[in-house]
């Protein structure tokens, strides 16, 4: 089990350290384990948060009864897409809400770029459904043998593997086509979400109120939206009503709980979010807190995935001129 669970791990961390691959708590990774288990990324957490101890749930996978606690980790809740993990073949299981793919997958003319786009790798594309029971059971009724690619209109895409490698490397693949299609590439979009991290004039700062996770949905969405004019094609919205059912869906209510920090998280999560979600030790919050700093953007290179002090300096070298700097 280590040794997957630290695949796991490792394709996670991959993934969610590009903004361009995961916005926020978005996306969710999972390796079967041996006696009919899977370890899927808990609900609400970030990729980049995923260690071989922390980070998810284990389930049983005929019956997704919860088994995080039986096998001796933190009680965290499981994905609300759990279900097509189970679901797919393969080993492991990479999800993703990625800005080229999506420029595909949020135009009313992508579907005509996927058969170039999608050459030699087994996919199946699935029209927008509600994440959870609704995507599940759209997928169930199109999903056949052999298929390696779910691709998700206005949501993601998701890669089955049986190696963490092969898994990241259809993942790398389908995007860079979908870049290379629309004309655009990963430097662009670096470009583009620092462009829109910088305030231009004052109400930005006092009525928006953005924080890292939305700054980095919106930055995707912009540069969609950028990516389809320059390509004169239109996007396709989410219908009204799946967004009034999703309004209302408790899972959605959960996730927001938990990218928000409050002080408790509902369910199983018996620890403050910081604690439960993300460990940072005291030294390193405060240093992180003096200085601006999100302590989720740092490694985690302490003992049991924390963040220490250490990692939030080297994120401050990287990001910051020294006068600046509250020691």
């Known amino acids: 089990m280590e040794g997957l669970l630290k695949e796991l791990a490792r394709m996670s961390q991959t993934v969610g350290k590009r903004v361009d691959y995961i916005q926020g708590g978005g996306g969710n990774t999972s390796v079967k384990l041996d006696g009919g288990l899977i370890a899927v990324k808990a609900s609400g957490l970030k990729l980049r948060q995923v260690t071989e101890a922390h980070g998810f749930a284990v389930v049983e996978r005929d019956t997704l009864k919860d088994v995080t606690a039986e096998q001796g980790f933190t009680p965290l809740r499981p994905s609300v897409e759990t279900g097509l993990h189970a679901l797919l073949e393969g080993r492991f299981v990479l999800h993703t809400h990625p800005v080229y793919a999506n420029a595909v997958l949020c135009s009313k003319g992508g579907a005509l770029r996927l058969p170039d786009i999608m050459r030699g790798i087994e996919y199946i594309t699935v029209p927008y459904r509600n994440p959870g029971s609704e995507l599940l059971a759209s997928v169930k009724e199109r999903l056949r043998p052999g298929v390696r690619a779910i691709l998700m209109e206005n949501h993601g895409v998701a890669v089955t593997a049986d190696s963490a490698d092969e898994a990241l490397r259809v993942h790398e693949l389908i995007n860079a086509r979908c870049a290379e299609s629309y004309g655009t590439t990963r430097a662009e979009f670096d470009e583009f979400y620092a462009a829109?991290?910088?305030?231009?004039?004052?109400?930005q700062s006092a009525y928006l109120d953005l924080t890292d996770d939305r700054r980095e949905i919106m930055a995707a969405v912009m540069f969609i939206h950028h990516t389809l004019r320059n390509n004169r094609e239109e996007a396709r919205a989410i219908p009204p009503e799946s967004l009034a059912r999703m309004a209302n869906d408790e899972s959605t209510k959960y996730r927001k709980t938990v990218l928000m920090g409050d002080a408790h998280t509902q369910d199983n999560c018996q620890l403050s979010i910081v604690n439960c979600q993300l460990l940072v030790s005291p030294r390193a919050r405060a240093l992180a807190e003096k200085n601006g700093v999100d302590a989720s953007l740092a490694a985690n290179?302490?003992?049991?995935?924390?963040?220490?002090?250490?990692?939030?300096?080297?994120?401050?070298i990287k990001n910051a001129p020294a006068p600046f700097w509250v020691l």
């Open 196 to 203: 829109a991290c910088k305030t231009l004039y004052p109400d």
């Open 301 to 316: 290179t302490g003992p049991e995935g924390r963040v220490i002090e250490r990692d939030v300096r080297d994120l401050m």
